[in-house]
């Protein structure tokens, strides 16, 4: 049996990584930018390294029928356990699938789903082409492609927070780096991606930045109160409009593309 690489990060990950204000950040921008562009429920959303559930079970919730797909036992465990908080009503419309992203047709016998969301997840691979791939062929006709992945052109950034020059230096040309969870991870730019959903068949509608005034503070030292619901909320909207414009969203730490099908 495969090793289970994130059976040790699935708790800091599902449990303590979504529950500080940069969590509710991704969760809610993201959400939002979601809702402007996904069909209306209960539209079928193919969720593929899906985690915990964090992205798609708000999706559920506002009536969208999920398929959550991830290869970590582990995570599909927390997600298992966050689904039986949830009401029956919201519960009946997720699926736990385990499979690789990177076989996600066959993981779903073939199925074309009117949205697939694969956030987080390209810059733990060497090379985007094969997941894309399969997400593009798991979107159904008229259907919508949502990929989040980390920002080559802002790479430099959280080194240069963090006050490691010479690393920052470095990150200009560079593609990796160890990240926030201690794994390697691996950027990309909007342009690369949106060509690559594009020669697959999916035209590239919108970009968005996602994580901006939260990580500078962050690798500042701030510490944000992420029970202070109220300074949440704002830190949200604030994030929520800079992920909408220049120059903020280009200089986000990682980028949200969606695109259609025709």
């Known amino acids: ?73 582990a995570m599909l465990d927390k997600a298992r356990q966050r689904l039986e908080l949830l009401p029956t009503h919201v519960r009946d419309r997720v699926r736990l699938v385990e499979g690789d992203g990177l076989d996600a047709v066959a993981a779903v ?19 985007p082409e094969p997941m894309v791939d399969q997400l593009c062929r798991c979107v159904a006709d008229a259907g919508v492609l949502s990929i989040m992945t980390g920002n080559a052109h802002a790479a430099a950034v959280r080194p240069a927070m963090e006050q490691r020059w010479q690393d920052a230096a470095r990150s200009f040309d560079a593609r990796t780096e160890v990240g926030v969870l201690g794994v390697q991870g691996r950027a990309d730019t909007v342009e690369e991606l949106s060509d690559l959903v594009a020669e697959r068949g999916v035209d590239p509608v ?55 099908k025709p």
């Open 206 to 260: 919108a970009w968005y930045g996602v994580w901006l005034f939260v990580d500078w503070l962050e690798f500042a030292g701030v510490t944000l109160d992420a029970t202070d619901e109220a300074t949440v909320a704002a830190t949200v909207a604030t994030e929520l409009e800079a992920s909408r414009r220049d120059p903020y969203r280009g200089v986000s730490r990682v980028f949200h593309l969606v695109g259609r």
């Open 1 to 73: 049996m495969a090793e289970d690489l994130w059976a040790r990060l699935a708790g800091p990950f599902a449990d303590d990584a979504y529950a500080t204000v940069k969590g509710h950040v991704r969760t809610r921008v993201m959400h939002a930018h979601l809702v402007e562009h996904l069909p209306a429920p209960p539209a079928q959303v193919l969720d593929v390294g899906g985690g915990a559930g964090h992205q798609s079970f708000p999706l559920a919730a506002i009536g969208y029928d999920v398929t959550l797909l991830d290869s970590s036992p």
């Open 109 to 127: 016998e073939g199925e074309r789903f009117d949205a697939v969301l694969c956030h987080g997840v390209l810059g733990y691979l060497d090379a």
